[in-house]
């Protein structure tokens, strides 16, 4: 089944946008189009703009936090599907194909099937929650993603009281995926959280970002997004979401377990054993700016910090 998709003229931007957001993308859209009228299509690395996605609901979350430029949030790229490199996936999942898309709900759940991305979202309304976003790698953003929340997804198809953890996997297809073809982390990618966690509102599942469908580097169609944890906790896109009873399997804790570990909550205090995770680096703010302090949990302490309470977090990193 397909959602009907307003056509692109119908839809002001104002509707779904913010005006100072959509004054950014009238910027990026008329340095793109002077670039196309010079005779070059996007230079490699460059994003083409993705389809507006219809009747977004604005949040409160993040106002007023300064957002990551939509050229930095879709060039900079961790999507080792891809290749490893941060302009890689940019150029290398430009014609990856989403349509169809298909997730399968698995496990422990009353109402388990394989659902058409449409009939996965069309039932909730879309949002557009500004998150900070912080990398392992000790590398932050701020994405304006369009999604709606995972919790709401969850209880849609039922789970038992077997499910203590959501196991999420992304799609395995070495042709779509040339990254694949190279045994660097154990295919597919597989990510997990606990029951609570997956249940907290702040968790969501996301289908665009600046109000346009996912480009293909950030997960399209459909990703994970967890703030208050590393990034690679927000698999990208995902074709199953498995519900179970024992801590699923991660895959870079199983890449270097003593690196990254189950909970990945981002926590200055508690350092990777390479290097600090006490400061970031903003993207889009150039290499040799100030680096900003990293905030426990990210930022997100209030509403997710009562989920650990009692557990010791350099040990459940
Ligand atoms: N999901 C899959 N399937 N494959 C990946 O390599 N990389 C992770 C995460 N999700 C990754 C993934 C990492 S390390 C990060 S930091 C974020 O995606 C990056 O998301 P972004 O490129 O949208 O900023």
Redesign the pocket.
Known sequence: MQIKIKKASHISEAEVTPKHLFMNRRHFIQASAAAGALGSILPPGKAAAGMKLPGITQTAYGNGLEQTKYED??S???????GTGKSD?ANNAQNFQTKPWQVSIEGAVAKPGVVDFDDLIKPHKLEERIYR?R???AWS?V?PWVGIPLADVIKRFEPTSKAKYVAFE??VDPERMP?QKRAI?NW??V?GLRMDEAMNPLALLAVG?YGEELPG???API??VVPWK?????????VAIRFVEKMPPT??NMSASSEYGFYSNVNPEVSHPRWSQAKERVIGQGYFSAKKETLKFNGYAEEVASLYSGMDLAKYY
Do not use: A
């Not at 590393?230 to 995902?238: L, V």
């Open positions: 949030v879709t900079y790229n961790n999507f080792y599907e891809f996936p976003f990398c392992v790698e953003m994405v992304t799609l990254g982390l597919p990618y990510e970002l580097q950030n997960g990703r994970l590393y990034g690679f906790k927000s698999i990208k896109s995902i895959t870079w």
